[in-house]
C-alpha cells in the first residue's frame, strides 16, 4: 500500500505538519509500551503477529464444520462484533452473490443481530424457514440486547426446525472468557465457543474470530488475510521512521488538518465493495475519537454512485471536510466497452476501454475537481481486493486510529458514550434493576 500525502500537506501550513510529524513517534510508542490511557485495550497491537497456524486451522475446522451443515449461516452481532466481518465477506464476495443459487461453493453469510428492526427479523425468519441454516452468535459482554434478542428468535427456531441435538452443532458462540449471559448459556447448551481475548476491545476484534470464524464460513482465506495484517504491523510499528511509517503520516495528517478546521473526514471508494468497509473504518475512528466534545467526524461516500448525490455539497459546500481516498490499483475481473457501428449513445471513445480505465479517470477527475475545490486529499492506495490487501486495509486503520486518538488527547479504546440510550431503552422497557430510570424518564415524558 501506499499513502500520499501532497495534495493534503498543502493546505496546512508545513510548520504544524511537522510538529505533529515529530509526535507521531511517541504516540506510536505509546500502543507498544502500554503507558497510554486505555492501556488495557491493547491487545490488537500485537495480535497479527501473535496468531499462530494451529488457531487457524481450528477456526477453520469450525468453519468447515458449519459449511458442511448449513446451506445458510447467520452472523449475529453488533457494532464491532459484526462490521469486521460483514465488510470483508462483502469486499470478496461477487455483487451479486445473494442471487448466485446454482452451483453454490458456500453457504450464504446473513447478519442479524445489528438492529430491532421487526420486519427484518420476520423477513429473515422467513427466509431461513426452508433453509438449513446455522448460526454464529459474536457478543463480548454477552448481554447486547439487539444480538441476544435475535438470537433467542433463531435459536428457537432451529431448535423447532431440527430438535436441539443438531441444533447445538449449528451454533457456535464467541464470547468472552468467563463473563455475560452469552457464556453461560453457551455453557449450558454445550455449543462450540471461541474467546474474544479481553484486552482487544469491539472495533479492533476483526482479526479474533469475531471476524474470522465468519470470513472462513464465507469461504475465503483467513490465513492470506492475517498475513497482510502480518506485514502491516511490521510497517507501521513504533520503530519505523516516519517517513516509512503509513500509519504515522495518517495519523499526523487528518490531525493537521483537523487543527485548521476540517472537522469532517470522508472516507471514498470507487468499488461498491467497499462499502462496508467503510462503515467498519467509521466506527473504528467515530468511537474511538469522539469524545470530550472532540474529534473528527467519520463519514463515508461510494463514488462515482454519490457523486450524483453528494457531490455538489463536497464540491461547493462549508470547507470543513476532507477526503481520503481508497484507490484500488487493479479491479478482479475483466470486463471492455464493445464497439457499436451505429454509435447512437456516443460512447464509441471508450470502445475497447477496460471500465476500470473508465473508472480511474472518474477517480482522477474526481479527485482533482475536489482539490480545486479546496477540499484536502489524502491518496491510500492498495494493489487489489483480496485476503492479504484487506488485512494490510485492516490493521493500517487501527493502528493509525490508535496513533491518532493519541495525538487528539483521549482515550481511543473506551466508548463511555454508548452507554446513555441503553439506559433510557432498558428505563422505558422496564428493565429489571432500572425501576429508578423508569420513574425518572417517565416522569420526564409525560410532562
Ligand atoms: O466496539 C465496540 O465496543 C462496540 O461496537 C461493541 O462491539 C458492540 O456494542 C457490541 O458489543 P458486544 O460484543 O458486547 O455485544
Not at 119 to 128: C, N, P, R, S, V
Not at 158 to 179: N, W
Not at 382 to 410: A, H, P, T, W
Request: with cysteine; aromatic share 10%.
Amino acid at each position: 500500500m501506499k499513502i500520499t500525502l501532497t495534495n493534503a500537506a498543502s493546505f496546512v501550513p508545513t510548520g504544524s505538519l511537522n510538529e505533529l510529524a515529530a509526535r507521531t513517534a511517541a504516540c506510536n510508542a505509546l500502543l507498544e509500551n502500554g503507558q497510554g490511557a486505555g492501556n488495557d485495550f491493547l491487545g490488537w497491537v500485537h495480535l497479527p503477529s501473535s496468531i499462530t497456524p494451529e488457531f487457524l486451522d481450528e477456526v477453520q475446522a469450525c468453519a468447515d464444520g458449519l459449511r458442511s451443515r448449513c446451506e445458510v449461516v447467520v452472523v449475529a452481532g453488533i457494532g464491532g462484533s459484526y462490521l469486521g466481518a460483514r465488510a470483508v465477506n462483502e469486499a470478496l464476495a461477487s455483487s451479486f452473490d445473494a442471487f448466485q443459487a446454482k452451483d453454490r461453493k458456500n453457504p450464504y453469510v446473513v447478519y442479524a443481530g445489528n438492529n430491532i428492526g421487526e420486519d427484518y427479523l420476520a423477513d429473515l425468519m422467513e427466509f431461513l424457514q426452508d433453509k438449513q441454516f446455522g448460526i454464529i452468535n459474536i457478543s463480548k459482554s454477552g448481554t447486547t440486547t439487539e444480538t441476544a434478542l435475535a438470537f433467542r428468535l433463531l435459536k428457537t427456531m432451529l431448535e423447532k426446525q431440527v430438535g436441539k441435538t443438531e441444533a447445538q452443532k449449528r451454533i457456535v458462540a464467541v464470547t468472552d472468557r468467563a463473563k455475560g449471559a452469552l457464556r453461560s448459556l453457551a455453557t449450558q447448551e454445550g455449543y462450540k465457543t471461541f474467546v474474544i481475548p479481553d484486552n482487544v476491545g469491539g472495533r479492533f476484534s476483526v482479526l479474533t474470530p469475531v471476524g474470522l470464524l465468519a470470513i472462513a464460513v464465507a469461504g475465503y482465506d483467513i490465513r492470506a488475510l492475517v498475513k497482510g495484517a502480518q506485514d502491516m504491523e511490521k510497517q507501521t510499528a513504533a520503530d519505523v521512521a516516519y517517513e516509512e511509517n503509513p500509519a504515522c503520516q495518517y495519523a499526523a495528517m487528518r490531525n493537521a488538518l483537523y487543527q485548521y478546521g476540517k472537522k469532517i473526514e470522508i472516507l471514498v471508494n470507487f468499488n461498491p465493495r467497499l462499502h462496508y468497509f467503510s462503515e467498519w473504518w467509521k466506527q473504528l475512528y467515530g468511537e474511538s475519537e469522539g469524545k470530550q466534545h472532540k474529534g473528527i467526524f467519520p463519514a463515508s461516500v461510494d463514488f462515482t454512485t454519490d457523486l450524483h448525490s453528494m457531490g455538489q455539497w463536497i464540491q461547493d459546500g462549508e470547507r470543513s471536510i476532507f477526503e481520503t481516498v481508497i484507490s484500488i490499483r487493479q479491479a478482479n475481473r475483466e470486463v471492455r466497452v464493445p464497439m457499436d457501428e451505429e454509435n447512437l449513445d456516443g460512447l464509441n471513445f471508450l470502445a475497447g476501454k477496460r471500465v476500470d480505465e473508465v473508472n480511474k479517470m472518474a477517480e482522477l477527475g474526481t479527485r482533482l475537481a475536489h482539490i480545486d475545490g479546496g477540499v484536502p486529499n489524502i491518496l491510500i492506495e492498495f494493489d487489489k481486493v483480496d485476503e492479504y490487501n484487506i488485512g494490510q486495509f485492516i490493521y493500517f486503520f487501527e493502528r493509525g486510529c490508535g496513533i491518532s486518538g493519541y495525538m487528539l488527547g483521549v482515550n481511543p479504546f473506551d466508548q463511555p458514550g454508548v452507554e446513555a440510550y441503553k439506559k433510557n431503552m432498558f428505563a422505558l422497557l422496564n428493565k429489571p434493576g432500572y425501576e429508578k430510570e423508569s420513574a425518572a424518564i417517565q416522569a420526564r415524558i409525560c410532562k
